[in-house]
């Protein structure tokens, strides 16, 4: 009932002992509180923030439109809700050094258990997007060591994106994840890797925990948990997908409704009311409420 009753110093703790594990890391992306919710119940080991779908949320484009406050108060939203870690997109710390360290304060306090700060130029651009800029090897290692100097609870991931692979190619994204590692980044993002040969280039060059981002309609290939894991990747994300499956079903049933007039044929489609009640733990409320209001004279 109501908010998550584990504190976020010991989700954090409990996600580097995850990380520790050896095993795979499953980390589907919530759209919102509720998506969190269900993504618990379904057994994932941990819940993604995207600033994709966050900006997705707000009707803009991922380049760069949205601010810290959004994105620490969606975060914020979401981690209260889960006994599960949540990974946060912090994008570029929304700004230099000085506005990095704000960033990860500000997102340490919304308790997410990590974040990712990214090499790109402010403002950014979804990473498989063409045109992708890059910022200088000098930039992006300030970003991280900035970040890592900022957290307060040692246990907060603080892991680096790095968008390069898409610009220079495979050499320059090892290059540049080896560079961030020095800088005290805790884990890496490759972002738009091709396939699973790249992942395992990228693992064979650094030995901190490595991330693949499993984005629909992108630039790599999808690839399987086993195939993941089997080359020592030790997260995987979807950070879209869910949002994806809702908004295909939203328009689906939108378009049957202008086709049919009514909705009688997506009922069956639907979540029910028991089972979104369920989600929401209105057994928990009323027991809560009843506990409280009941009286005798």
């Known amino acids: 009932m109501l908010y998550s009753k584990i504190p976020a110093a010991q989700k954090r703790a409990a ?14 992306g919530a759209f919102n509180p509720l998506s969190a919710n269900l993504i618990q119940q379904k057994g994932f080991e941990g819940v993604y923030i995207s600033g994709a779908v966050i900006a997705a949320d707000l009707g803009l484009p991922d380049i760069g439109l949205t601010t810290l406050t959004e994105v620490a108060n969606r975060g914020g939203q979401i981690s209260r809700m889960t006994d599960l870690p949540t990974l946060i997109d912090a ?33 950014k651009r979804c990473g498989h997007l063409d045109g ?16 890592t100097d900022a957290r307060r609870d040692p246990n907060l991931l603080v892991m680096a994106r790095t968008d390069i692979r898409a610009v220079e190619g495979l050499s320059a994204a090892v290059d540049r994840a ?17 396939d699973l040969s790249e992942f395992e280039a990228m693992r064979g060059a650094i030995d901190v925990p490595l991330l693949a981002n499993m984005t629909e309609f992108g630039k790599s290939e999808l690839l399987t948990n086993e195939q993941l894991a089997n080359v020592g990747v030790n997260i995987v994300i979807y950070p879209v997908s869910l949002l994806r499956l809702a908004m295909g079903a939203a328009e689906r049933g939108l378009d049957t409704l202008v086709a049919e007039g009514s909705l009688n044929s997506e009922v069956a489609n639907m979540q029910t009311r028991a089972r979104l009640y369920e989600l929401n733990d209105y057994a928990g409320y009323n027991t809560f409420d009843e506990s409280v209001f009941n009286f005798s004279l």
């Open 15 to 28: 996600f580097r002992r995850s990380l520790d594990s050896g095993k795979l890391l499953r980390i589907p």
């Open 91 to 123: 994008d570029t710390g929304f700004g230099e050094p000085m506005n990095v360290a704000r960033t990860v304060q500000t997102l340490e306090d919304a308790g997410v258990a990590g974040l990712h700060i990214e090499d790109q130029v402010n403002p």
């Open 178 to 194: 080896k560079e961030l590692v020095d800088a005290g980044a805790d884990a890496i993002f490759p972002e738009a890797m091709k």
């Open 132 to 147: 992708t800029a890059i910022a200088d090897s000098d930039t992006a290692v300030k970003r991280i060591r900035a970040a």
